[in-house]
């Protein structure tokens, strides 16, 4: 717990109540949290000179699925309908134990942390039978390498005995649901200030869980100081359809029927949602997640990229999400930015949104979708989480005017250092929390094994691509 001094940034952009970019300035850290912003005269166990670099808040990734990781680019789920895609992922979850998701898991983290993420959250679905507490090894990952994490315990009820998508054996009980997720938040949770480790809870689909699934966890949630909702809400017209076909609502309608809204709830998407519905969201401050690379991927219709403009114009928080690597195949959250930037143009009637508030949306706002008012920003008495950026021997950032706009402008690029909670977690662009090499060594011999499995069961060679797609490209 050793204090830091970082001096001489060229721009310390605070995301402070006014949005200060302060020049020339410094951090005085000691752990967990920032003492003082600016002067000189401190004198500390580690100095880290920033001139001629620019200093950033962490920044907070809201949603995330972290065994996707194992199929990154699967070939065989590429063009699939949505009952193919569900059956590939399942068959290759079924074949994750904890170690090979703790592994999983570290990967994950370690691509966040190299684009300046400090905090994550990440809903955790399905359970095969038997390994209900699987999600706990992503904890343990967190822990190891140093990163704060809200772990979202999601759940589903409806499988394919109901007529839904899902198998017989990867979903639970209501009643099973209600008792792990009450256990999980007590055994964890932890809503101190600057603590590591927090839990939210969440059905995880409207045609994967019933109604009473989200009022269950509505009302399981609101027990807990500071344990959050989270779940996937009007991400597809095909969504949009099945909702008001099986409940007479549309998505967000349904939420509201179920008390699934309110500033403790996150909502993945929001894609297909109309004027009537931003409203309401507005009204309730329910938090909308907007993962702008997996859904413009998806976006075919043109249908599926969130009212971006709309929601901010209601004054709606809106933060950031990867989604998962299966849906993304990146977790470089300067990319999702540098997207969500580009894709606020996916909707008429709005310019790109400027660097400073693609930046306030990748930190304050996922602060609040989260429930966290010590992080977000460099503030003194908040946490010292904070990333270091050396622009000036990037190629890709030559010639650029605007330094700091640049980072979401411009091609990613990796930090010099990363600090969270006070604690050094990348020095001089290298991890030193985990040996990468050996993770990545252990992680790859491990995914051989889950995937060699799947395909056995699957009957299918999950590195084939489509008929169609092979066809136009041969």
Same mark, same amino acid.
């Given at each position: ?59 907070? #990734? ?34 994750? =134990? ?63 005995? =109901? ?27 932890? #809503? ?23 009022? #269950? ?41 179920? *008390?699934?809204?309110?500033? &403790? ?8 949602? #109309? =004027?009537?519905?931003? &409203? ?6 329910? %938090? ?6 997996? %859904?413009?991927? &998806? ?48 909707? !008429? ?15 304050? *706002? ?7 008012? &010590? ?23 030559? *010639?650029?005017?605007?330094? @700091? ?25 290298? !991890? ?35 008929? @169609? ?6």
């Amino acid at each position: 717990m050793k204090s830091i001094l970082i001096k001489n940034a060229d721009y310390l952009v605070t995301m402070d109540k006014d949005r200060h970019v302060l020049r020339n300035s410094s951090v005085y850290i000691e752990p967990p949290k920032i003492v003082k912003i600016g002067g000189l005269g401190q004198k500390a166990d580690r100095i880290i000179d920033a001139k001629g670099k620019i200093v950033f808040p962490g920044f907070i #990734n809201t949603h995330l699925h972290t065994p996707q990781v194992f199929h990154r680019h699967c070939p065989a789920q590429q063009n699939k309908p949505i009952d193919q895609w569900i059956q590939i992922t399942t068959s290759i979850n079924r074949e994750i =134990d904890e170690e090979s998701m703790y592994l999983g898991a570290l990967i994950c983290f370690a691509e966040l942390i190299y684009s300046g993420v400090t905090t994550t959250s990440d809903y955790f679905y399905p359970y095969p039978k038997g390994k209900e507490k699987i999600n706990e090894s992503t904890i343990k990952a967190a822990q190891k390498i140093g990163l704060r994490f809200t772990s979202i315990r999601g759940s589903m009820t409806l499988s394919r005995k =109901d007529g839904a998508h899902y198998p017989d054996d990867v979903v639970e009980t209501s009643e099973e649901i209600v008792e792990r997720s009450q256990r999980f938040i007590e055994k964890y949770h932890d #809503n101190s200030p600057f603590s590591m480790i927090r839990i939210g809870i969440g059905p995880c689909l409207p045609f994967a869980s019933t109604q009473k699934d989200f009022q #269950n966890a509505a009302a399981l949630a609101r027990k807990y100081r500071g344990v959050i909702l989270q779940t996937h809400a009007a991400e597809s017209l095909w969504e949009a359809e099945y909702t008001r076909e099986k409940f007479g609502v549309s998505p967000i309608g349904l939420m509201e029927k179920t *008390g699934f809204l309110g500033k &403790d709830v996150g909502l993945a998407h929001c894609n297909v949602c #109309n =004027d009537s519905e931003i &409203d309401l969201l507005a009204e309730t401050r329910t %938090n909308v997640i907007i993962t702008p690379v997996c %859904n413009t991927r &998806d976006a075919a219709d043109g249908n599926l990229i969130a009212p971006i403009n709309k929601l901010l114009a209601k004054k709606i928080n809106i933060s950031i999400g990867t989604d998962g690597p299966a849906s993304n195949d990146s977790m470089n959250f300067l990319e999702e930015m540098r997207y969500l930037r580009v894709v606020s143009m996916g909707k !008429l009637g709005l310019d790109y949104l400027s660097p400073s508030k693609v930046f306030d949306i990748g930190t304050l *706002g996922g602060a609040k979708t989260l429930n966290r008012q &010590d992080i977000g920003s460099i503030e003194e008495g908040k946490a010292a989480d904070l990333v270091v950026f050396n622009p000036e021997d990037e190629l890709n950032h030559a *010639g650029a005017i605007n330094k @700091w706009g640049a980072l979401i402008s411009c091609q990613a690029i990796k930090p010099e250092y990363v600090i969270i909670n006070g604690q050094v977690i990348v020095d001089k662009k290298e !991890l030193i929390t985990l040996n990468l090499n050996t993770a990545l060594k252990k992680f790859q011999k491990r995914h051989h094994v889950v995937i060699k499995r799947a395909q056995q069961k699957l009957a299918w060679n999950l590195n084939e691509y489509s008929f @169609w797609e092979r066809s136009i490209w041969s």
